[in-house]
């Protein structure tokens, strides 16, 4: 079957603007992450949603990042007033319930903010 | 202290022959799991093998296996006759207590090199 899928594959946008990256996780998964992967580091976690809420968001590193997944599928993160240490790949994954390990990713977003 | 530690930050190895890549961990719960995933230039990270803490037995899928020591907080991945596909980083990640702390932590990560 289809697996995650992350749009769009790569982001530009000038400092100060605002950017919604989106994802789409594998059909019926209910929990959905979102990771940060900065250059030469392994991806650090972001946000965790089960069904429609917000789970646990402490790893958003401040009030400019934002996500929603309204009605418990597709998410997507919102960037406001990106700055050039936003540039990352931005990761998505999904498994099936809060009662499973295994969490499957997407191939990911490249955001460069100039 | 670092949650996973990936000592080896690049490897090098002849096509055919096994290779271990190292992997310890620090948490003081006694419930969590280890993960290894693959991510090849294109990006994507693949699951490759889980071992729970309670687990009895090495966890093995198929060419991956994990050498779980608990004692000594480490879970080495083993990947038996690599080939040239195998080139790639590898990080280990660990989920910390029961069901409901989700987040994963990731190492920095092993760049493995398959050599013809």
């Known amino acids: 079957g289809a697996g995650v899928s992350q749009t769009p594959s790569n982001k530009v946008t000038e400092k100060g603007k605002y950017v919604e990256l989106r994802c789409d996780p594998i059909?019926?998964?209910?929990?959905l992450y979102w990771y940060r992967q900065s250059l030469g580091q392994g991806p650090e976690f972001l946000i965790y949603?089960?069904?429609?809420?917000?789970?646990?968001d402490s790893g958003l590193p401040n009030d400019r990042f934002f996500a929603v997944r309204p009605e418990g599928s597709v998410s997507t993160l919102k960037i406001q007033r990106t700055e050039r240490g936003d540039s990352a790949v931005y990761l998505c994954?999904?498994?099936?319930?809060?009662?499973?390990?295994?969490?499957?990713f997407g191939p990911g977003t490249r955001l460069t903010v100039l | 202290a670092q949650k996973i530690t990936q000592t080896q930050p690049g490897m090098f190895v002849q096509e055919k022959e096994a290779v271990t890549l190292d992997c310890t961990y620090d948490?003081?719960?006694?419930?969590?799991?280890l993960f290894w995933y693959k991510q090849p230039s294109s990006g994507e990270m693949i699951f490759l093998i889980y071992?729970?803490?309670?687990?009895?037995q090495n966890a093995t899928e198929g060419r991956y296996s994990l050498n779980f020591q608990k004692a000594r907080k480490s879970a080495n991945l083993v990947i038996s006759a690599s080939q040239l596909g195998d080139s790639a980083m590898y990080f280990c990640?660990?989920?910390?207590?029961?069901?409901?702390?989700?987040?994963?932590?990731f190492g920095t990560g092993t760049r493995l090199t398959i050599i013809p």
């Open positions: 994954a999904s498994k099936t319930s809060a009662y499973t390990d295994t969490q499957y």
């Open positions: 059909s019926g998964h209910t929990a």
């Open positions: 949603f089960q069904g429609t809420g917000a789970a646990d």
């Open positions: 948490t003081s719960d006694p419930s969590y799991g």
């Open positions: 990640a660990m989920r910390e207590g029961r069901f409901g702390n989700e987040k994963l932590t």
């Open positions: 071992q729970g803490s309670y687990d009895q």
